[in-house]
């Protein structure tokens, strides 16, 4: 089935920690993007790409990095995990062209950091 | 002011009445407009798109767009229980340097009771 898979679906970790959230999308889609939901913030986009080999910052960059070497691939890199990164993260794809291209999500990955 | 703003509810509604949810948004450069539905502890799903002015009807679902008012709704109509859920107006820019780039509000939780 065609989608996005996100890995691991949850997690704990120790604040210092590095820890590199997975996403992996089939849909040849070429913008990709990273956001985290925290309750009464809603959903904040984290870094995004638009194409393999770009990539840029988001609403909340600060101690997140991405890299995107191909096009299926965006993973999201915690350096130094701290607990105000506790969060639930998606990974979303879409297509930039056109107006009706909407986002699909991944499952998401529920981040604890103690 | 936030790019897109929603009342965060909740929201009730008796299960055969008519549920409205709106949310207006800063940019008048935004193109596109979505609604997607969030049940608790899943990732968003997407309901409807609009992009031109007027009324857009899919099933229950109404999405209606005021662009000079930067204003956009959804109706469900005859709700349904199982219409409990959190509902995210997000916005799309297709210009400039945010091209492609969603902006989501904080979401309204909507409660449909028997």
Redesign the interface.
């Known amino acids: 089935i065609a989608g996005i898979t996100q890995a691991p679906t949850s997690q704990i970790l120790a604040a210092g920690r590095r820890m590199t959230l997975r996403c992996t999308q089939d849909m040849r889609h070429n913008?990709m993007?990273w956001?985290r939901q925290d309750l009464?913030?809603?959903?904040?986009?984290i870094h995004?790409s638009?194409t393999a080999g770009t990539t840029g910052k988001?609403e909340v960059p600060d101690g997140y990095s991405v890299s995107r070497a191909n096009t299926d691939d965006f993973p999201l890199t915690l350096a130094s995990a701290v607990p105000s990164q506790t969060s639930v993260y998606?990974c979303a794809s879409?297509e930039?062209q056109g107006?009706?291209?909407?986002?699909?999500?991944?499952?998401?990955t529920r981040l604890t950091v103690t | 002011q936030k790019e897109v703003e929603q009342n965060?509810g909740p929201l009730s509604v008796p299960e055969g009445a008519i549920a409205s949810l709106n949310c207006t948004y800063s940019d008048r450069g935004s193109?596109?407009f979505?609604w997607y539905r969030q049940y608790s502890g899943?990732?968003?799903?997407?309901i409807m798109?609009i992009?031109s002015n007027g009324d857009k009807e899919d099933g229950r679902f109404t999405a209606q767009l005021n662009k000079a008012s930067q204003y956009v709704s959804l109706l469900i109509r005859d709700s349904q229980p199982s219409d409990s859920a959190t509902y995210?107006c997000?916005v799309?820019r297709?210009r400039g340097s945010t091209?492609?780039?969603?902006?989501?509000?904080?979401?309204t939780q909507l409660t449909v009771w028997p």
């Open positions: 913008a993007y956001y009464g913030l809603g959903l904040r986009l995004y638009n988001g998606f879409s930039i107006s009706n291209s909407p986002l699909h999500f991944g499952n998401g | 965060s193109q596109s979505f899943k990732s968003p799903e997407l798109f992009y995210l997000a799309k297709d091209l492609g780039r969603l902006y989501f509000g904080r979401g």
